[in-house]
């Protein structure tokens, strides 16, 4: 079946530094990839989408490219601050006709260091 | 424009009892899913509820049930609750009329219960 599978946490980080979190996925279809965030205390937070094959999403300086030859859809951010500690989840949705039913990664914790 | 609220926030009950969770779409939803996250893992799918059906169910037993109201509000209930269940449930929010690169999942804050 459908499966997302992320790099384990927590990825620690100095204020300033590249981040990059690894996605890839498993699908029989042509899924749409996501990715949320979930700040401490709170439910999950829509932070970018791609929808086909070469989309890039973007939203809040971070980044993301879905690519079908290596199934893939990793996050980059060029300088991250100490407000994007969070938990940060993979989705992917492989259904057409709607959208409720997201297959989900393990969740990445990354942590920001002033 | 009020987003998808939860309550309670918190809740403690004991192995056995029987627990109602309750969730208010954000504004111009009209689907409603459910889902458990435990500690340290991603979110898995319970079910989802449209026209005050459920649509689809994920992998979980009997035990979990829901109900959605004319309001497009919902209920998530679980009886004989085990230790197992104790995780934050969240509740998430979209429109099926919408089309589906417009309407991504809408989150709640989500209830953390712990079952003792």
């Known amino acids: 079946g459908d499966s997302v599978t992320q790099m384990e946490g927590p990825v620690t980080l100095s204020e300033e530094a590249f981040l990059t979190i690894n996605c890839t996925y498993t699908?029989?279809?042509?899924?749409?990839l996501f990715w949320y965030v979930q700040y401490p205390g709170e439910g999950l937070q829509l932070l970018l989408k791609?929808?086909?094959a070469d989309d890039k999403g973007s939203n809040k300086g971070f980044e993301a490219t879905y690519r079908k030859e290596t199934t893939s859809f990793h996050l980059e951010k060029g300088s991250v601050q100490v407000s994007d500690s969070a938990v940060y989840f993979c989705?992917?949705?492989?259904?057409?006709?709607?959208?409720?039913?997201?297959?989900w990664g393990a969740g990445t914790k990354l942590i920001i260091k002033p | 424009d009020a987003g998808v609220t939860q309550s309670p926030t918190h809740l403690i009950k004991t192995r056995g009892q029987q627990v109602t969770l309750r969730c208010s779409p954000k504004?111009?939803?009209?689907?409603v899913s459910w889902y458990q996250q435990a500690l340290g893992q991603g979110p898995q799918f319970i079910f989802q509820?449209?026209?005050?059906?459920?649509?689809q169910r994920g992998n979980f037993p009997d035990r979990f049930s829901g109900h959605q109201f004319p309001n497009y509000s919902s209920e998530l209930n679980v009886n004989a609750l085990l230790l197992g269940d104790s995780a934050l449930y969240l509740c998430?929010?979209?429109?099926?009329?919408?089309?589906?690169?417009?309407?991504?999942?809408?989150f709640g804050n989500g209830t953390r219960l712990t079952v003792t």
């Open positions: 998430a929010s979209s429109s099926l009329v919408s089309p589906r690169s417009d309407s991504p999942l809408h």
């Open positions: 504004s111009g939803h009209d689907t």
């Open positions: 509820y449209y026209e005050e059906e459920e649509r």
């Open positions: 699908a029989t279809g042509y899924p749409s």
């Open positions: 791609a929808t086909k």
């Open positions: 989705a992917l949705s492989d259904r057409k006709d709607s959208n409720y039913q997201l297959i």
